[in-house]
């Protein structure tokens, strides 16, 4: 069974620093093939991708917030990590961690919600 | 970017009723292996999304088989044969056939 779940602070301030961790299991990072990836979801509004990493390490990025991402994993703890950079109140959010394999994210973690705000 | 556009925004069904939903992108989603990674997406209320459809027109295990999805190149429709209340959500497409993953804005199925 495969599951991942999200972790990190609920509450950021603004130009402060947000890291999130993605703790999974049922699957391994460092089988072919396999990724990792960060999307995010504005309270109401729609799903935005952000940053995947895949089991060779090759990362992408979101071209709109790759000066503020940093993707990275630790295949042996099975987590995935993302930083984002001086947040802002519009990066509030729920942030979600999914498998991506073939082509999509085949499953989503429960995700966490994030509010920016001093 | 390969923008993906979805329509309606917003759609009221009857119960028992079709529904249709459409997604456009912006340029074509078949990858050089063939295959079109264009995916749907349902995302219930206060739940994560959970996948429908795979590549088109795959349904994923344990989804109805009212839900079927069609298309190719760059116009692409997911229907729904007869709506229950426990569709009430909204529906995203997805394409990972380029780098830069993108999602369509998200169609509110909502019961008339």
Redo the contacts between chains.
């Keep these: 069974q495969i599951t991942l779940k999200e972790s990190g602070p609920t509450l950021v301030k603004p130009t402060q620093t947000l890291t999130l961790t993605c703790t999974f299991s049922g699957f391994s990072l460092s089988t072919s093939g396999v990724g990792v ?1 960060w ?1 995010r979801q504005p309270p109401g509004k ?4 952000l940053a ?1 990493i895949y089991w060779d390490d090759d990362k ?1 990025y ?2 709109s917030l790759k000066s503020r991402l940093t993707i990275t994993k630790d295949t042996s703890k099975n987590q995935v990590v993302l930083t984002m950079t001086n947040m802002d109140p519009v990066d509030t959010a729920t942030y ?1 961690c999914a498998q ?1 394999f ?5 499953y ?4 966490t919600l994030v509010t920016v705000s001093s | ?1 390969v923008v993906m556009t979805q329509s309606p925004l917003s759609l009221p069904v009857t119960l028992g009723q079709p529904a249709s939903i459409s997604c456009r992108s912006s340029q074509s989603l078949v ?1 050089s292996d063939g ?1 079109t ?1 264009l ?1 749907w ?1 349902q995302q219930r209320p206060g739940q ?4 429908l459809i ?2 088109v027109s795959n349904r994923d295990s344990g989804v109805p088989d009212r839900f079927s999805g069609s298309g190719s190149g760059t116009d692409f429709t997911l229907k729904i044969s007869r709506v229950e209340a426990e569709d009430v959500g909204v529906y ?1 497409c ?1 394409q ?2 380029h ?8 169609t509110r199925l909502e019961i008339k």
Excluded: V
């Design positions: 990836g999307i729609a799903l935005e991708w995947l992408r979101s071209p979600y991506f073939g082509g999509w994210f085949n989503w973690g429960q995700g | 970017d990858y295959n990674y995916n997406f994560s999304p959970r996948r795979y590549k995203y997805m990972g056939t780098w830069l993953i993108t999602f369509g804005q998200g």
